[in-house]
């Protein structure tokens, strides 16, 4: 019998000045970053609490403590493949799928998103059908709506 989890991850972080804006690995051309202790990458952010969460694991704050200097600044790409070691330390040793959603009014995330899915494939050792990314905006409400921020979620199934 396969033991078959589904995890669900969460994130935001506002706009601030002076920061790269990264989502998915991707650098995008942006007034703004993200404010974050990491490079506040809210995509990858949200899969890899959709990954701990599927193995019962803590969330990303308890692993990576915006507390701790070490991860000032840090890649949260290397911090996803973090992830996915403790997840193999837990016997899940295969993520069958992810999908996800951007959500932000500005800039537009389409033409990124073949990228982004290249990239976190690549880390996580997965084909890229097997990663599902999808932008929206929030039709001007809430803080998203009104410029503040961009949020991500995500959903993945391991076994």
Not at 22 to 34: E, N, Q, R, S
Not at 102 to 107: D, F, H, L, V
């Amino acid at each position: 019998m396969s033991n078959i989890r589904v995890g669900q991850g969460f994130d935001v972080h506002k706009f601030a000045e002076n920061r790269a804006l990264i989502i998915g690995g991707v650098t995008i051309a942006h007034d703004f970053g993200l404010d974050g202790h990491s490079d506040a990458d809210v995509l990858t952010h949200a899969i890899m609490d959709a990954l701990l969460g599927a193995a019962g694991l803590a969330d990303i704050g308890t692993y990576f403590p915006p507390s701790d200097e070490k991860y000032k600044d840090a890649n949260s790409l290397e911090l996803l493949k973090v992830v996915q070691g403790l997840l193999y330390d837990k016997g899940f040793r295969k993520i069958i799928n992810i999908d996800s959603i951007i959500m932000a009014e500005a800039p537009k995330m389409l033409r990124h998103i073949p990228e982004m899915k290249k990239i976190l494939a690549h880390i996580l050792s997965i084909n890229i059908s097997q990663i599902g990314i999808k932008a929206t905006t929030t039709e001007r409400l809430g803080f998203v709506g009104r410029k503040q921020g961009i949020a991500a979620s995500a959903v993945c199934l391991i076994e």
